[in-house]
């Protein structure tokens, strides 16, 4: 007579293993509930916005996104293009390309400047109708505040950049003759003043 199979002993930490929903979640979906649900919201508003926006002059608001959407793929992006080519041209020394992080030490301002030039277009070139009653300001200040802002944020990236090649800088510069290590008659070796 076969005897029956006694049940397999579970630990108390596999079944909670077995168990454990979040880590399931994860191994199906990719990332954790908490990231599902803030996307599902951030839809939800997109969403409830697109209907507000869509209420008024539909028509013109798709031709818009649309418009924006073949500007930016066919005019802006070979721009980008030419301009981070010169940039990297600009930085590389000779037979060696330029490193990526210093390339980004310009393209975070101009990509910043840009984009408020984007923004505030009308106002920087001074098109006063309707945009100077909404802002309540006088239209002539935009285009100096704009330049203002700019070389503001170049000017942050170059002491940024200064900053952090401060050291290397230093280590490379040659030492002064009277620092230079002198050999140690005694030993051989060369020793600091």
Do not use: K
Not at 24 to 40: D, H, K, N, V, W
Not at 49 to 58: D, H, I, P
Not at 181 to 193: A, E, I, N, T, W
Request: proline letters at 10%; hydrophobic letters at 50%; glycine letters at 4%.
């Amino acid at each position: 007579m076969r005897m029956p199979r006694p049940w397999p002993r579970v630990s108390l930490r596999d079944l909670r293993r077995h168990l454990d929903v979040r880590r399931r979640f994860r191994r199906l979906y990719g990332e954790s509930p908490a990231q599902l649900l803030i996307l599902l919201a951030s839809f939800a508003v997109c969403g409830y916005a697109g209907v507000r926006l869509l209420a008024g002059e539909w028509p013109l608001i798709v031709l818009w996104f649309v418009g924006a959407a073949v500007l930016h793929d066919l005019v802006l992006v070979p721009l980008y293009t030419l301009g981070d080519r010169a940039v990297r041209t600009a930085l590389a020394r000779r037979r060696r390309p330029a490193p990526r992080a210093g390339v980004n030490y310009v393209r975070v301002p101009a990509f910043l400047s840009l984009l408020l030039l984007l923004v505030y277009w009308p106002l920087v070139l001074r098109t006063p109708e309707p945009y100077e009653p909404a802002t309540a300001l006088d239209i002539d200040v935009f285009l100096g505040r704009w330049l203002l802002i700019t070389a503001a944020l170049f000017a942050i990236s170059a002491a940024w950049l200064l900053i952090r090649t401060w050291p290397e800088l230093w280590s490379r510069r040659p030492r002064a003759p009277w620092r230079r290590p002198r050999p140690d008659r005694s030993s051989g070796r060369l020793s600091d003043p």
